[in-house]
């Protein structure tokens, strides 16, 4: 049974940085795909990153630059590195992982979820 637990939310003010983990069990990160999302209040879930089991990344246009998503196959923990935060970037955080190849970065491509970890960034 694939369990994904995130932690590493909390609050920083405008230009500050915080790393996201996402600890995996059930699940092996170097063999399949994973990412973040992100919900903010009364928005839709957006992708943020993903990344695929030979390393390549993909990021939302919003975040290109500023994060970086990461994985630690030793530790099967996936990481999520953000930095010069702004206060949109405020809302849920949440892990996502796949079996096989990253096939997209849509909510639909990813069948296991972790419970989320909240982000605020204050201005």
């Known amino acids: 049974q694939v369990h994904l637990v995130e932690s590493g939310g909390g609050s920083v003010q405008s230009g500050g940085s915080l790393r996201l983990s996402c600890a995996a069990s059930?699940?092996?990160?170097?063999?399949?795909?994973m990412g973040w999302f992100r919900q903010a209040p009364g928005k839709e879930r957006e992708g943020v990153a993903i990344?695929?089991?030979?390393?390549?990344?993909s990021y939302a246009d919003s975040v290109k630059g500023r994060f970086t998503i990461s994985q630690d196959n030793a530790k099967n923990t996936l990481y999520l590195q953000m930095n010069s935060l702004k206060p949109e970037d405020t809302a849920m955080y949440y892990c996502?992982?796949?079996?096989?190849?990253?096939?997209?970065?849509?909510?639909?491509?990813?069948?296991?979820w972790g419970q989320g970890t909240q982000v605020t960034v204050s201005s």
């Open positions: 996502a992982a796949a079996y096989g190849y990253c096939l997209g970065s849509s909510e639909a491509d990813f069948g296991y």
């Open positions: 990344i695929d089991s030979y390393g390549s990344t």
């Open positions: 059930g699940y092996t990160t170097s063999s399949n795909c």
